[in-house]
Nanobody, 127 residues
């Protein structure tokens, strides 16, 4: 089990930027994936972006060109740089970690109880 803690959420106006961070404990398996997910009120959790052990990244279409996922292995921290934010980006943002062979199977569904999850950080974007 990986311990994860998100930070960096807040309230911004449309067009603004935020950087989310996810500090995590040491991951004990080599080929792991980490990702960002979000859940807006009344909606199901959805995948935003994920990064593989080899730094390959994947984004959902709604954030392509606006969000960038990255990680600093030396600091055990995952990041999500969010630019050109819109009200539709308002949600509770979670980070998650899992072995890549499993992560890629459930990524599109937005949730797996076999993965490790943080508590979430709120992002609110006003018009």
């Amino acid at each position: 089990q990986v311990h994860l803690a998100e930070s960096g959420g807040g309230s911004v106006q449309a067009g603004g930027s935020l950087r989310l961070s996810c500090a995590h404990s040491e991951v004990r398996y080599d080929r792991f994936c980490m990702g960002w997910f979000r859940q807006a009120p009344g909606k199901e959790r959805e995948g935003v972006a994920y990064i593989m052990y080899d730094a390959t990244t994947t984004y959902t279409d709604a954030v392509k060109g606006r969000f960038t996922i990255s990680k600093d292995n030396a600091k055990n921290t995952l990041y999500l740089d969010m630019n050109s934010l819109t009200p539709s980006d308002t949600a509770l943002y979670y980070c998650a970690a899992d072995a890549c062979w499993r992560f890629r199977r459930w990524w599109s569904s937005g949730f797996s109880d076999e993965a490790s999850w943080g508590q979430g950080t709120q992002v609110s974007v006003s018009a």
